[in-house]
């Protein structure tokens, strides 16, 4: 934690106190990237206070030059946050859940790195099974940008669209970062994060795709393999690898997708289930030329 993260859990500490000593609050978190000991000279303190019936819009305050926000909560608005990370209910056939999951990705981000004060110092508010909850979602919502990254991608490289498709390429690069960082458990920050999380977790740089263009396609075999071993990470597979499907004599864009009714490989609209095995198999052909 450097300094300037430092000073503003000092200044969280207070605050805190304030809010429950004076009654506004009956808990308070921080949240956030600070929660997670990330903080640069000017970065704002993220404080959450629960409290009953409808909740007070509080405004910001400047403490020691540090703007600190605070927003209040009421605990049934938590606890249908928490509700969604005790399952997941996810079927191919019937995505509404995952499109109201998605949507509330970034609170669900901030109960994650959520800390309640306990007068002696902060302690995570999520238990274990609910941060396993929020790692498949996660992990699933980055696959799905993943998915839909690559679909622009194509379109653009096969328009011969240069500009644009550089601009995705590094969205792409990114997104997969932030899919890795999932896979190994921890929550996915703002981008500027990224890159300091993923050291902190032992994840390995996301080397830059390079040169797209239509007439070669090795450049997107590290996503293809990126993708499925984050998602092997959170839904191990203990088949052996099997012949993979017939994709009518092209990989080129595929990418694979978990459900709770299975996996599937998915080239923009285009679902194809398949068996864990056969995941195996496709895996092992697209890394067939290296890693």
């Known amino acids: 934690m450097n300094s300037s993260a430092q000073l503003r859990w000092e200044i969280a500490d207070r605050v805190a106190r304030e809010l429950l000593s004076s009654g506004e609050a009956r808990e308070v978190w921080m949240e956030g990237a600070l929660a997670c000991g990330f903080a640069h000279a000017a970065s704002d303190i993220d404080l959450r206070g629960m409290v009953d019936g409808e909740p007070p819009r509080w405004e910001s305050r400047l403490v020691d030059g540090v703007r600190v926000d605070r927003h209040a909560t009421s605990p049934e608005r938590v606890e249908e946050l928490r509700d969604l990370l005790r399952s997941f209910d996810v079927r191919r056939d019937d995505l509404g859940l995952f499109r109201r999951v998605r949507a509330s990705m970034h609170d669900l981000m901030c109960l994650r790195t959520a800390l309640t004060y306990t007068g ?9 099974g609910e941060r396993q ?19 622009d991608l194509f379109g653009l490289v096969e328009d011969g669209l240069a500009e644009p498709a550089q601009v995705v390429c590094r969205k792409l690069e990114t997104c997969l970062t932030a899919l ?18 993923a050291r902190g977790a032992g994840v390995p740089s996301v080397p830059s795709l390079g040169t797209v263009q239509a007439t070669t396609w090795g450049w997107f075999r590290p996503v293809q393999r990126r993708v499925t071993r984050a998602l092997l990470d959170c839904w191990p597979v203990e088949d052996s690898a099997q012949e993979p499907p017939d994709l009518s004599g092209s990989d080129v864009g595929w990418l694979p997708q978990r459900y709770a009714d299975g996996w599937f490989l998915r080239r923009g609209d285009v679902h194809l289930p398949v068996t864990g095995g056969q995941l195996l198999g496709w895996l092992s052909a697209a890394s067939a030329d290296g890693s």
């Open 120 to 128: 002696g110092g902060w302690q995570p508010v999520l238990d274990a």
């Open 133 to 151: 909850g929020y790692l498949r979602w996660a992990v699933a919502d980055q696959a799905e940008a993943a998915a839909s990254l690559a679909e």
């Open 180 to 197: 890795a960082c999932a896979a190994a458990g921890h929550p996915v920050l703002g981008d500027k994060w990224l890159p300091l999380l």
